[in-house]
C-alpha cells in the first residue's frame, strides 16, 4: 500500500457503508411474500463489531430497507442506520450524519459500488472505497479498491486495512494483560 493512502487511513475515525454490492454480493431473492432476504458475510459482521468495540463509528446509508437488514445491523452494534433513502439522496444524508457527529470528510471512509454512490465517493475530501467487483465508473474514483468482491469480505478488508495502518486491529489482544 502507498505512502498517501495509509496516511489518509490514519485519519479516519468512521465508516460508511452501502449495503447492497457492498455488505451483500447484489443478489436479492424475490419471496412471495414480498420479503427480499439479502446474505451477509460472518467476517463482515466481525469487522463491524470489532471496529465499534474499538471506537470507530460506522454507519449505513442505502435505498434498500428490508426489516432483517436493520435488526442484523443493529445486533453488530451500529447505531447510524439511514436505509429506505432514495438512491438520489445519499449525499444530503452523508452530509448531515458529518454536521451531527462533528466529523470532517478527511475522517470519513464511504465504501460503495455503483452509480448511487458515485456523488458521495466524487468528493475530493472523502476517502472512496469500493468492491473488487463494483461498477466501472465507481471503480475509476475509488481511492481504495478492495481485492475481495461486495459481500465476500470487502467490509471487512477496509476496516482491518483502516485499523492495521492505525495500530488498532490487533490491539485489543493486549487489553488487561499488563
Not at 470507530?56 to 432483517?68: D, E, H, K, T
Not at 458521495?120 to 476517502?127: E, F, G, H, K, P
Not at 481511492?143 to 471487512?156: E, I, L, M
Amino acid at each position: 500500500m502507498d505512502s498517501t493512502l495509509t496516511a489518509r487511513f490514519q485519519r479516519i475515525k468512521s465508516f460508511i457503508f452501502d449495503i447492497d454490492g457492498v455488505m451483500t454480493d447484489g443478489r436479492v431473492l424475490a419471496l412471495e411474500s414480498g420479503e427480499q432476504p439479502r446474505s451477509f458475510h460472518v467476517r463482515d459482521g466481525y469487522g463491524i463489531n470489532r471496529a465499534i468495540r474499538m471506537g470507530y463509528r460506522v454507519a449505513i446509508i442505502s435505498a434498500q430497507n428490508q426489516v432483517g437488514v436493520r435488526k442484523r445491523l443493529e445486533y453488530l452494534g451500529v447505531r447510524d442506520i439511514f436505509i429506505g433513502s432514495s438512491p438520489d439522496g445519499k449525499l444530503a444524508i452523508y452530509e448531515k450524519y458529518l454536521a451531527d457527529n462533528d466529523l470532517n470528510e478527511d475522517e470519513v471512509v464511504f465504501m460503495g459500488d455503483d452509480i448511487p454512490d458515485y456523488e458521495v465517493m466524487a468528493r475530493t475530501a472523502v476517502l472512496g472505497a469500493c468492491p473488487a467487483d463494483s461498477a466501472e465508473e465507481i471503480l475509476a474514483i475509488a481511492d481504495y479498491v478492495s481485492p475481495v468482491n461486495g459481500g465476500f469480505g470487502a467490509v471487512r478488508d477496509l476496516i482491518e486495512q483502516v485499523m492495521k495502518a492505525q495500530g488498532t486491529w490487533m490491539a485489543w489482544i493486549n487489553v488487561g494483560k499488563e
